[in-house]
């Protein structure tokens, strides 16, 4: 039996349906954009467009999507460089960014078109240790001189992790006024200690933590206090008392932006935003360091003031000239593994 | 016309993307090709790369033989099963296999707790390269052998049997040779494999310089410096005497099929 009674709510429906369609089409402009990143800042950003698209769409009037792409932060620099569309990068190192400028794709002097040198945020590199620290390690020469410590770290040839770890160790002995000899047999007494070299960050930490190799880790900050907090007490974090500044950057990349209408407006404003408090906030809360001082001193617990950071400045020129010194070919790091008497 | 579909699917699949690999490799002079490719590094790895290769691909001639030869000449209850747990290989995702391989024989691992004390160590080491290459390159001597060994008529055997041969005799005289060309076919597939491997052997060999770093892993490195053209450089070499290696397997492989009898 046919209700009659089901006549008007069809016409309700399909009235819903036609509304629907009207508001869509004379709604306001839609613009999505492609933000490319690296591994472990998958949770921070989402929570930063879950902030900011709200908030562009009151000021503009413009319903933002943000789509995030995630991967090895070299390898996305080379999807970017062969065509990825990303309206924003927002990388872990200073060459992958300093790689797509030198296609062209981020015009030069990127690097001053955003406050702090588009560094919304920083980070250092930490040790993790096993529960209760039972080789006291607490500072970088205690890895080479304490007995019988194993330390794991990435490859830093293949992985930004590990370089940067690599410049962190060998900026300890250099700052702290060694030679460069001694920077050497620093890092070579180090890396000896290494009894495997993952190819990236996640290799390092699964074969850490689950396959409980080594006693101390060498990791990003942030990576380091989700990898204490998913351990549940049996991890420790010890922050050394002098290592490195990390300087993951942002950039708006210029050829994208500029083929679609609305793009670069919403990419530099998204980028911009995340130098308000609130995103500081949002950095702090996902343990990067923001790079307001005055909100990274409001959270000095999970940032200890003590610990020393220094630039890259500090041991060579700029992040190109330390990793062609060190990481490159026939650089430091090649002469490490170099078998003896030959 | 099927001519022309097979080489239009060969050149867009296979031919064009190794000419671009050709291409960029020879946007390098000579000398910076040769100080790319022929590092003692570099050596090293393309030693360890076709060395445990090789190896991996022999063992699964042996095994893969003895597991074709079960498979078809047997019954049991899950034999079925059996049958299809040789292909999860080609379907599990290689790292995953790496990783799994990488914890179980670690010193805490299942197998390693045992194994460690004994010496046998099966992750970051050669022998861990050579395990997993064995593991992901199985389901192919398996499925080359296996067709033929089904087709094979048991009354050649009989027939042998008949004459006085004993099993082993009836084996090495009247199944083996009939084998040879997919036993050669099974282990050239294996070996190109366990070549081209990288996901699962990453997280097992511990990438040490000179020790257990593979070629791809080189590749990966010259990459991380944005050098594209060495990196490429790196893949022609390898490609080069894959190539090499393989026409040379083809031909034994002819040549076993022209002696067969």
Redesign the interface.
Known sequence: MKSPSRLPLFVLALGLIIAIFLSTSTAQQEVTLLNVSYDPTRELWRDMNSHFIPLYEKQKGVRLTINQSHGGSSTQARAVIDGLEADVTTLASFLDTDAISKKGLIKGGWVDRLPNRSRPYLSTVVFVVRKGNPKGIKDWPDLVNKPDVSIVTANPKTSGNGYVSFFAAWGSVIVRGGSRQDAVNYVTKLYQRVPVLDSGARGATTTFVQKGIGDVHLAWENEAHLEVAEAKGELELINPPISILAEPQVAVVDANVDRVPGHREAAEAYLKYTYTDEAQEIFAKHFYRPSNEIILKKHSDVFPAATKLFPITAIAKDWVDAHQQLIGDGGVFDSIYKPKGR | MTLGYTVFYLSVLVLIPITACFLKASTLSFHEFWG?VWT??ARAAYYLTFGAAFIAALVNLVLGLLLAWVLVRYSFPGKKIVDSLVDLPLALPTAVGG?VY??LY????WLGQYLVPLGIRG??TRLGIVLVLVFVGLPFVVRTVQPILEDLDPESEEAAASLGSTRWQAFRNVILPTLYPALITGFALAFARGIGEYGSV??VS?????KTEIAP?LI????????YG?ATAIAVVLLVISFIMLVLINRLERWSMRHEY
Do not use: D, H, W
């Open positions: 790319a003692e590094r990783l990488a914890s670690v010193q805490k691992g992750a970051y990453v997280f511990g990438n040490m310089p000179y892993i990966v490195a010259r990459l991380e410096e944005f050098a060495e």
